[in-house]
């Protein structure tokens, strides 16, 4: 199982300085590769990735949105491996709390489980209810929303129903997404382990 994590860049070199150094230990750990591609980012990302030792990629789409920049990192991936599985993350969370080795393994059952599972999403939580989350044991279930800011893409997913649409600029080319996976008779799961957002509850999508 080949598994990528898409950092999603634009304008996040504060994020950069206090993420990279910790994803790119986790995803070593795991043999996961890492791509960082950034949306031609007007402060001083792109000096700061270009001086780090990770597959990276500029969209030149001259910041055309979201969308646009998954997509420039889902097209460069081909350029690297045919991976199975991509981790789609944004750059304002709290990666100390990320445990890539439990991320493996969840997205490992859950394709084992479930088949034809295509976007897996998991539990979006703040500083004010991370303690009590944290008490859950882990389960993963079929769901009609996921939070948009760290979820996984099957690359099955990807060869049926194309990439993301760039007309959407910011807001909705997840929920546009996730209503193509089901019309395809793809399944959206949602595990309960958790991920912390800095901008928690900004990137609740639910389904049309």
């Known amino acids: 199982m080949k598994i990528c994590f898409l950092y999603i860049n634009y304008n996040g070199e504060k ?5 990279l150094s910790k994803i790119i230990k986790g995803c070593l750990e795991t043999q996961i590769d890492i791509i960082v591609t950034d ?5 001083n990302s792109w000096e700061i990735i270009k001086k780090i030792e990770v597959y990276k990629t500029k969209n030149k789409s001259q910041n055309r949105g979201f969308a646009s920049n998954v997509n420039n990192g889902l097209k460069f991936s081909s350029k690297i491996d045919n991976y199975d599985f991509f981790i789609i993350s944004n750059s304002d969370l709290n990666f100390e709390l990320i445990n890539f080795e439990i ?4 997205i490992s059952k859950s394709i084992k489980t479930y ?6 999403g998991f539990n979006e939580v703040n500083s004010s209810n991370l303690f009590e989350a944290q008490k859950r044991e882990l389960n993963v279930n079929e769901v009609t929303n996921v939070p948009g800011c ?3 893409l099957a690359k099955n ?3 049926k129903i194309g990439y993301l649409d760039e007309d959407y600029f910011m807001y909705g080319e997840d929920n546009d ?3 193509r996976c089901k019309k395809n008779n793809f399944m959206i799961l949602k595990s309960n382990y958790n991920i912390m957002h800095f ?4 990137s609740e999508n639910k389904l049309k």
């Not at 949306?39 to 402060?43: I, V």
């Open 15 to 19: 994020d950069l300085q206090r993420n």
């Open 39 to 43: 949306d031609n980012s007007s402060d």
């Open 103 to 106: 991320l493996k393994t969840i």
């Open 115 to 120: 088949p034809k599972m295509g976007i897996l």
């Open 150 to 152: 760290f979820f996984v």
């Open 157 to 159: 997913l990807i060869n």
């Open 177 to 179: 997404y996730f209503f």
């Open 199 to 202: 901008s928690e509850g900004s």
